[in-house]
């Protein structure tokens, strides 16, 4: 199993930028996708990014394509997601996940290993 440790959320205005940060433990990093996902008060949690296990492919929902950049660094153990242009919708708990496969999958239901999640407010 891997250990997922989410960093970087916060108060940020519209308009501004954060940067999240899954830190990973346990196992060898690079057999895992990993994906973000969210989950606001009242909504379904969401996938809305995803990278493969080496970095080379990657996945972003309409929602916040264009403004999210997911990236890994496999050597430091580490996923992240770089958030620009925020906006109020985009307040929400962030999570990482992590899963064995190598077949992309974005169903919250396919990853095995989560993190604890980091709050994300947008707020003027």
């Known amino acids: 199993q891997v250990q997922l440790v989410e960093s970087g959320g916060g108060l940020v205005q519209p308009g501004g930028s954060l940067r999240l940060s899954c830190a990973a433990s346990g196992r060898t990093f690079g057999d895992y996708q990993v994906a973000w996902f969210r989950q606001a008060p009242g909504r379904d949690r969401e996938s809305i990014a995803r990278?493969?296990?080496?970095?080379?492919?990657?996945y972003y929902s309409k929602s916040v394509k264009g403004r999210f950049t997911i990236s890994r660094d496999n050597d430091k153990n580490t996923a992240y997601l770089q958030m620009n242009s925020l906006k109020l919708e985009d307040t929400a708990i962030y999570y990482c996940?992590?899963?064995?496969?190598?077949?992309?999958?974005?169903?919250?239901?396919?990853?095995?290993?989560w993190g604890q999640g980091t709050q994300v407010t947008v707020s003027s």
């Open positions: 996940a992590a899963t064995h496969t190598y077949r992309s999958v974005n169903d919250d239901g396919a990853y095995d290993y």
């Open positions: 990278i493969s296990q080496s970095g080379a492919n990657t």
